[in-house]
Every structure is written in structure tokens, then in C-alpha cells.
């Protein structure tokens, strides 16, 4: 099945189904137009699982990132564009990315700025990819001061969400898609919370079939915030519940060890606390049904579940994270906060003492 999403007035598919991988190759050769060369930067471990069902690809040069969070940093996006360089990219040339969210988030990066933009296909590998990373053109990489610090806007020019290449994502890295999922379920509406709610056992056994409609249903939600708001000047914000928390976690256990979808789930938690605190939830039983899907999903509900002596993730420290908060000035951070489902305060600013209060 073809989702088609609109960034910037430019159309991207997204195609999503099992065995996609085969045909990667014959769509840029059919579709993409005055391709001249092509460079796949790629996941060290999804290659391995994964290269050999690139049809087409023998003689492609491949860039390899080292696997996960590491590969977004200014280090790798040097190499990345060397490797640009190296082979002689031009701008009608394209780059592949073979990948979770942060090759893709690489990879779109460097397609962004070597020679002032190229083409890129994202081939998304990870659950949380194809539900979300991969959607909607953002691309960055962490800065010792924070994550996701340096980065742009640009669109890939097609998507490809093979489901059957999910089979290899680790329980961990599975979970942290969900993380994400139920982020997109809250914001798209009842019917797809109701949907990943039913479906619980099949998505965590996953059956491909639940998958591949779970999947399009959440490009086709965030498909649609992205279109209305491709810049992230409004409506798009919505798309960061939760994240001023997770990314303020991440940036404490210095991005390793706790996934991104994983500090996602309690970041959404610890948004539900904050908008109990100061009453602005219409929905008082939100916090429970949330909670308890998460629980079911194998996501953790608090910071607590999330501390460790290795990983004491410091109110001071996390405090610290939030100066950088990309949506409120130096300092003063803005939270995205649940109302509802479907229904959110997109910039609250939150007192000190009840943040110190919610991070304890
Ligand atoms: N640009 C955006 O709009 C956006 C949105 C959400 C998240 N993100 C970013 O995405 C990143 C998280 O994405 P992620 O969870 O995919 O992380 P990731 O890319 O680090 O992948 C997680 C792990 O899964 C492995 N993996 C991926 N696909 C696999 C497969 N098919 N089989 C076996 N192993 C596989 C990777 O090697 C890695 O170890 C974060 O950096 C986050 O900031 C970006």
C-alpha cells in the first residue's frame, strides 16, 4: 500500500507492506529522474541483517554508521559528507538511508547540505522510523549542549516502511516504537488510541498484518499534521508531546541506554502529571488509560522506573537540558500538554517548583 504525504506542496510516498526492500532500486530508476548516482549510508547492523536484499545495489558505494544514537553526532556527519564528496555526488545524485531515526535523521542531514541539497529515500528499519522518524523531513544531530540542537528541514522524496524487516528490531528497540505510537495515538484521536488498545497482543507478537495497518495509520496522522504545518511554526508542535521531557532524559543518561521512544513514554507520563497538577485535563481518567496501556505495552510510567546508581538522571541535570528547548527562549522552556485525546495546550510554561516536583 502507497500512503502519499505532502511537505512543503512537494508529494511523498511512503510505501508500506512486507518484502519491500527487493524493489528499491527499480523504483528510483523508474521514478526519479536524472539520477546520476546514488549513495546508501546505512546502519552497520541493518546492513548486516539486511544488504543482501538490496536488489540492485552491487557497485553502489555504502557509507556504514555505527548503529543507534552515536551516528548523530557532528563527527559522523563529517565523515557522511567526506563520503559525499568522495564519490562524486552531484545535485541530481541521491542518497539512501538503511536505517532506524538516527540514520535517517543522518543521513537526511547531510542530503540537506552537501552541495545545498540532494534527493533523499529514506528506507525505514526500525518500528519507530516508520511511524515516525521517517516522516515529515526533520533532520538533526546532538550537540554536547542537547539533542537534536543542529539540524533542517528536508523532505525525503520517497519513504519505504518494509515491515518485514522488522522481524530483527530487538524487544527493547520494538518497545520504543510504541513509545511513539501511542504519542501519535493520543494526538490522532479516539478511534486510533481504541485501535492500538485492541490490538495490543498482536502488535507485540508482531503480526505483520496489524503492523503494516498500524503503521499507515500513524504516517497518515502525522502525515497530515506535517502537510498543515510543514515548518513547525504551529500545529506541528503537537508532534513534540512529550518531548521536552524525553529529550531533556536522553540528554542526562548521555544518549545511551535509555531508547528515544522509551524516554518518549515517560516524558508523555510526566505531561499527563503536569497537566493534572495544574487542572488542565477535561478528561480526568486519561492519566489511568494511559497508564495502563503503557504497562501492558512494557513501557515504563515515571522517571523512577528509568533511575539506576549508573544512571542517576539528576533533576539539576535535567533542569539544565530544558535551556535549550527548541520551542520557548533560552531558559524558559514550553510544554506540549494533553487536554484530552486529541485535544492539547501546545506551549505551557511550567514553574520551576512543579517541575522540580514532577522530575523528583
Ligand atoms: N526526524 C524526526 O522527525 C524524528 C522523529 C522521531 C524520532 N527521531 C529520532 O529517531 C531516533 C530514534 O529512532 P530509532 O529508535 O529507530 O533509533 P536507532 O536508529 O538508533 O535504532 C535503534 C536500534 O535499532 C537497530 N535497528 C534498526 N532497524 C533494525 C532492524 N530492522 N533490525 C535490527 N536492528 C535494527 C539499530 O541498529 C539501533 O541499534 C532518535 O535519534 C530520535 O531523535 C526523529
Not at 496489524?210 to 503537537?238: H, M, N
Request: charged share 25%; aromatic share 4%.
Amino acid at each position: 500500500m502507497i500512503a502519499t504525504i505532502a511537505i512543503d506542496s512537494a508529494a511523498c510516498p511512503v510505501h508500506i507492506g512486507p518484502e519491500l526492500l527487493e524493489g528499491v532500486r527499480d523504483f528510483i530508476d523508474a521514478e526519479l529522474s536524472d539520477v546520476d548516482r546514488i549513495l546508501l549510508i546505512a546502519d552497520g547492523r541493518v546492513l548486516e541483517h539486511h544488504g543482501a536484499r538490496l536488489r540492485g545495489f552491487v557497485g553502489v558505494p555504502v557509507h556504514v554508521l555505527p548503529s543507534g544514537e552515536v551516528a548523530k553526532s557532528l563527527r559522523q556527519l563529517e565523515l557522511a559528507l567526506a563520503a559525499c564528496a568522495d564519490e562524486g555526488l552531484s545535485r541530481s545524485s541521491v542518497i539512501v538511508s538503511l536505517g532506524g531515526g538516527a540514520t535517517s535523521d543522518l543521513a537526511g542531514l547531510t542530503a540537506s547540505l552537501f552541495k545545498r541539497g540532494l534527493r533523499v529515500v529514506h528506507i525505514a528499519t526500525s518500528l519507530l522510523a516508520q511511524v515516525d522518524a521517517s516522516i515529515g523531513g526533520k533532520t538533526a544531530i546532538n550537540l554536547p549542549a542537547g539533542k537534536n540542537l543542529a539540524g533542517t528541514f528536508h523532505a525525503p522524496t520517497a519513504i519505504f516502511a518494509d515491515t518485514s524487516i522488522l522481524r530483527t528490531v530487538s524487544p527493547l528497540d520494538w518497545r520504543a516504537g510504541l513509545g511513539e505510537v501511542v504519542k501519535t495515538a493520543l494526538i490522532a484521536g479516539e478511534a486510533q488510541l481504541a485501535f492500538v488498545e485492541q490490538n495490543v497482543d498482536a502488535i507485540l507478537e508482531r503480526d505483520l498484518d496489524v503492523v503494516a495497518d498500524l503503521v499507515r495509520r500513524c504516517v497518515e496522522a502525522k502525515g497530515a499534521v506535517v502537510t498543515e504545518d510543514p515548518f513547525e511554526e504551529g500545529p506541528r508542535r503537537v508532534l513534540n508531546l512529550g518531548h521536552t521531557f524525553a529529550h531533556a532524559i536522553e540528554f542526562a543518561a548521555g544518549y545511551t541506554g535509555i531508547a528515544h521512544g522509551v524516554a518518549v513514554a515517560c516524558g508523555i507520563g510526566l505531561a499527563l502529571e503536569a497537566a493534572q497538577e495544574i487542572d488542565l485535563l477535561e478528561d480526568a481518567d486519561l492519566p489511568k488509560r494511559v497508564n495502563r496501556l503503557f504497562g501492558r505495552l512494557g513501557l515504563p510510567r515515571t522517571i523512577l522506573e528509568l533511575r539506576s546508581p549508573m544512571r542517576p538522571l539528576a533533576p539539576s541535570v535535567l533542569m539544565r537540558a530544558f535551556e535549550h528547548d527548541k520551542k520557548g527562549r533560552f531558559g524558559e522552556p514550553r510544554f506540549v500538554l494533553p487536554k484530552a485525546v486529541g485535544r492539547f495546550d501546545l506551549s505551557v510554561k511550567l514553574d520551576g517548583e512543579l517541575l522540580e516536583h514532577l522530575l523528583r
